[in-house]
């Protein structure tokens, strides 16, 4: 059985950052894809950031590019999620999933293990 567990979550001014980690166990971490979706409350679960297998694909939702970078490190079963100059409306539950692909994907159905989630709360 698979288990990601999310860390790294907090509350941060507007302007700040905050670095979030995905520990994964139970099967091959690297031999699939990975991605960050958030939910904020009363809206509906939004795709954030997705990477490939090994790391050379990546991709963003519109409203973090150029402020999000995601990584992985599969040495460590471990997926981040660095957010800088974070928003008041980068405001969510942050939450990792595993894919069934190896190359990046953007939807949830594509998903197959999801975490708990971890808060991040931006303030302005």
């Known amino acids: 059985q698979v288990q990601l567990v999310e860390s790294g979550g907090g509350l941060v001014q507007a302007g700040g950052s905050l670095r979030l980690s995905c520990a994964a166990s139970?099967?091959?971490?690297?031999?699939?894809?990975m991605g960050w979706f958030r939910q904020a409350p009363g809206k509906e679960r939004e795709f954030v950031a997705a990477?490939?297998?090994?790391?050379?694909?990546?991709q963003y939702a519109d409203s973090v590019k150029g402020r999000f970078t995601i990584s992985r490190d599969n040495a460590k079963n471990t997926l981040y999620l660095q957010m800088n100059s974070l928003k008041p409306e980068d405001t969510a539950v942050y939450v990792c999933?595993?894919?069934?692909?190896?190359?990046?994907?953007?939807?949830?159905?594509?998903?197959?293990?999801w975490g708990q989630g971890t808060q991040v709360t931006v303030s302005s």
């Open positions: 999933a595993l894919s069934r692909y190896t190359a990046v994907v953007v939807t949830a159905d594509k998903y197959e293990y």
């Open positions: 990477i490939s297998r090994f790391g050379y694909g990546t």
């Open positions: 139970g099967r091959t971490f690297s031999s699939y894809a």
